[in-house]
Each structure stands twice: as structure tokens, then as C-alpha cells.
């Protein structure tokens, strides 16, 4: 069955940076494109970034310049590479593939100093 599983979330100081991973197993990973969400506390949940399968990225306003979306298909895994992080980007990070409506457990990203 498909499965998504996140990584490398944590606490980290305002500007700092971090780089999330999601690794996919139950499909054929090169043929799909995939996306980041996140959801902070008391908020809906929202699109970060996406890659489609020929590496066509999209980012939301908020994270544009800052955050960049990227995939190795050679080990079945999307990245979230974060830089110049606000305590707004505080959130349960999300791996989501829109072919199979399936979502990670997600991964706590907290910018605090």
C-alpha cells in the first residue's frame, strides 16, 4: 500500500533552516508528482510546495525565495529544503500525494528563539 514517511523536523532558532524528507514506498515513485503541506495550530491545512513528475515546482506566496521542493527518484524521496525561517512557518509539516490521496504522519517544525 502506499506510505509516506516524514523526517527531519525539529526546533529551530528564527533564520535558521532545516531540510525535510519524505520517503514513498507502494507506487512507482518517478510517475507522480507530489506536495508539501503544513498546519499550525488552529489553522486549515495549506499547500506549501509541489513537484510534478517532470520537476515543475509551484510554492505558495508565503514561502516563495525561501523554501525550494525537490525529489530523488532514485531513492523514492521528496525534499523540503526551508531557509530564513519565521516563527509564522511553525507546523505540522505534511507529505501528500495527490494520485492516491494519501498523507504522511507529518513532522513538527517549530521556529522559536
Known amino acids: 500500500q502506499v506510505q509516506l514517511v516524514e523526517s527531519g523536523g525539529g526546533l529551530v532558532q528564527p533564520g535558521g533552516s532545516l531540510r525535510l524528507s519524505c520517503t514513498a514506498s507502494g507506487f512507482t515513485f518517478n510517475m507522480y508528482g507530489l506536495s508539501w503541506f503544513r498546519q499550525a495550530p488552529g489553522k486549515q491545512r495549506e499547500l506549501v510546495a509541489e513537484i510534478s513528475s517532470s520537476r515543475v515546482t509551484n510554492y505558495s506566496d508565503s514561502v516563495k525565495g525561501r523554501f525550494t521542493i525537490s525529489r530523488d527518484n532514485a531513492k523514492n524521496t521528496v525534499y523540503l529544503q526551508m531557509n530564513s525561517l519565521k516563527p509564522e512557518d511553525t507546523a505540522v509539516y505534511y507529505c501528500?500525494?495527490?494520485?492516491?490521496?494519501?498523507w504522511g504522519q507529518g513532522t513538527q517544525v517549530t521556529v522559536s528563539s
Open positions: 501528500y500525494i495527490p494520485r492516491y490521496l494519501s
